[in-house]
């Protein structure tokens, strides 16, 4: 894989593992990935349900800390960090959007921005206007006044946004961030966070199962069974029109509960690591039924993988130029 050496690397995992529980209970979703974030990308991640997507985002996000491996965001190490270092890592360098926008009810779209404002350590002279100003840069500043109630699926996903983007953190993480939304309001999404990533002092990775989002990637990375299976750049001159051509196996894509049901939606934190840490901790560990688990990766029944040639690219379909397992 080729980087443009004016891109930085803001978040690097090497040999990340994670195991949850013991004995016969024992389960190893990540088994040993290596990682790297440049700025002014959009990364997006993508696997059969169970594969370890969302325990990957919460490790890379700090919600989690790992088995064994090594973590660097924003130039700050997590190695030996204790919890109150990595929320405090968390909450300076990581905005995080949700499949299902965590937005508090009972606090005005501005009033939620301001809120990551509150965690994070780097003083704000003036959160109000710096609040504001996050909400223009997602088109929503004629809403701030608004309660989520008020607001559209679309509305308040760019409300969460505007959030996870507040005080400039260097790494934004979504899980999801178009499952729950129709296909005019996930494109709006997507383009917002592919110019979110345009930042050359930020990189976003976003997990999804949506085909749709396929388009806006600068880079693609497939996890399966807790391993990188490949990770490349598709070459969006390819088609000529921009659209990247999607094929994708069904283990990708759907995973057995994507689509909009919530079902694998994580319990997540309010965004910033702030009143919703405890719950943060749950994000990964929101646990799909095992019946989930048992169905990775189904028998291809769109004709994608059965007939594509090896050499091509399970997500997009293209002849795969270079992939590397770890990055
Ligand atoms: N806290 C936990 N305790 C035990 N097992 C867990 C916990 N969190 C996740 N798991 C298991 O780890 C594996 C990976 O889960 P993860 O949520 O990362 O998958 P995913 O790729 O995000 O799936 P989906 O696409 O369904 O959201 C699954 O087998 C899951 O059941
Ligand atoms: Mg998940």
Redo the contacts with the bound molecule.
Sequence with gaps: MTVNPARKVLLEASGITKVFGTGAGQVMPLKGVDLKLYSGELTLLMGP?GSG??TLLSILGCILSPTDGELTVAGQSTLGADAERLADIRRNHVGFVFQSYNLFPTMTARENVMLALDVRSKAVPDPNADALRALEAVGLSHRAHAYPAKLSGGEKQRVAIARALAGSPAVILA??PTAALDAENGRTVMALLSEVAKDTSRAVLA?THDHRTLPYADRIILIDDGRIESDERPDKSDNGGGTTQVHISAGHLNGGNSGGNGT?E?KASNGNGSAGSASAANNAA?A?PAANNAQAKPASTNGNTTTKPNNRNRATGRRRKKVKHHV
């Design positions: 349900s997507k969302t899980d999801e997990v694998s994580s929101a799909k």
